[in-house]
């Protein structure tokens, strides 16, 4: 039996940075991962590139039955923070869209990074260590297969249940119940819009099709590209109103959301071209042909009346789908719900209810927008309790 001040469960991007920093205090610690190595969704994330934070973090960017609960860890770990540290390893970075940050070094060397920190700080990291069972007491005993090791304190950070394939499991949610924690439901998060029936044919035929549309459910909007896919749609729109989107209820989009079409429509009505063929000079062909074609075929402009072009502009700018569901935790970037905030300190990250326990990162219910929002709370979390530990 080995004893170590604190046993981290999970060495991704939040139980790495709880590492390193409870490591910097001198605490003995034990980061045990199942997989044959760390940062399994560090490796993977925004195509290997690493978009590591968002210049700015606000807690309107995150989702939680507890709007507030994001705000303390996030104020003391600041995006400078985790931009500082790739600075001292002299990772280059870069800005893609507004405020998201890449490293020009790509994911791998992020993973280094944080790596080399935790052995600066004496962190002992077990790959292959799935653990079996926490046995609480005195000190926490978390058996492993063939192993047992003890701590005073413990700390959760297992990652939600998106991508099984990098071997997401509901370890976390199934301690945090057996320790008499509440969950809150968990969904696919960031995670494409799967439709059915005409509408499916609809979107097949256009498949890899993309252009720029406001996305609204409910009062959440989000204006980015969107993408037509052989199931349904997707693109960096739709993966952020998936966030939000309640299944069964109804999906508003503006095709064309930087123009008012009706000017444009009543201003063509001396010409003799096509509707496919207006809506070809500010759409992409492929999808003005295809929409015509579903609203019953093109004709020229003049022969349409005032409330034909009226209808027509209401349906580009007001587009209503029922999406048939999401393709699942398999293509979710995320997991919406986890751990219910209410269980936790939101400043330390710690259960209310069993001294010593921590839960930090996606299995906790806080889900960030697209855009490294998501990597933030994974920082902002693991170095909650790192320093508190």
């Known amino acids: 039996m080995s004893e170590y001040d604190v046993i981290i469960i999970?060495?991704?991007?939040?139980?790495?940075?709880?590492?390193?920093?409870?490591?910097?205090?001198?605490?003995?610690?034990?980061?045990?991962?199942?997989?044959?190595?760390?940062?399994?969704k560090i490796r993977i994330s925004g195509g290997g590139r690493c978009n590591f934070t968002n210049r700015t973090v606000e807690a309107d960017h995150f989702i939680s039955t507890n709007p507030h609960f994001a705000k303390s860890a996030l104020s003391r770990y600041p995006p400078n923070e985790i931009i500082a540290l790739l600075d001292k390893h002299r990772l280059g970075y870069h800005e893609k869209k507004p405020g998201q940050l890449f490293c020009n070094e790509r994911a791998p060397a992020v993973i280094k990074m944080l790596v080399d920190e935790c052995q600066a700080g004496g962190v002992r990291i077990l790959l292959n260590a799935g653990v079996r069972e926490i046995q609480p007491g005195k000190r926490f005993a978390v058996l492993t297969r063939n192993q047992e090791y003890t701590s005073s304190a413990v700390v959760v950070a297992t990652g939600g249940l998106s991508v099984p394939k990098l071997g997401a499991t509901d370890f976390g949610y199934r301690l945090a119940r057996r320790f008499g924690l509440n969950i809150v439901t968990p969904r696919p998060g960031l995670v494409p819009l799967t439709v059915r029936g005409s509408l499916l044919r609809f979107c097949r035929q256009l498949s890899g099709v993309s252009f720029e549309a406001r996305v609204r459910t409910g009062r959440i909007e989000f204006q980015d590209d969107l993408l037509f896919t052989h199931r349904g749609l997707s693109g960096p729109a739709i993966l952020q109103i998936s966030s939000y989107w309640v299944a069964g209820e109804p999906m508003h989009i503006d095709l064309l959301p930087t123009r008012n079409i009706l000017d444009v429509l009543k201003d063509a009505r001396t010409r003799r071209s096509g509707m496919h063929t207006l809506l070809g000079a500010f759409l992409p062909e492929r999808f003005a042909r295809a929409w015509v074609e579903l609203q019953g075929g093109s004709k020229p402009i003049t022969q349409y009346t005032m409330t034909e072009l009226g209808n027509i502009a209401r349906r580009l700018h007001q587009w209503e789908i029922i999406p048939a569901g999401t393709e699942g935790f398999a293509k979710a970037e995320v997991t919406v719900g986890g751990v219910d905030t209410d269980e936790l300190s939101s400043r330390t990250m710690e259960s209310k209810k069993v001294s010593g326990l921590y839960f930090v990162g996606e299995v906790v219910d806080v889900t960030g927008w697209l855009g490294g929002f998501n990597f933030q709370?994974?920082?902002?979390?693991?170095s909650a309790a790192g320093r508190a530990v």
């Open 10 to 40: 999970g060495a991704g991007a939040a139980g790495l940075m709880c590492a390193l920093e409870a490591g910097r205090r001198g605490r003995s610690v034990l980061l045990l991962e199942r997989n044959d190595r760390v940062g399994a």
């Open 377 to 382: 709370w994974a920082w902002a979390s693991g």
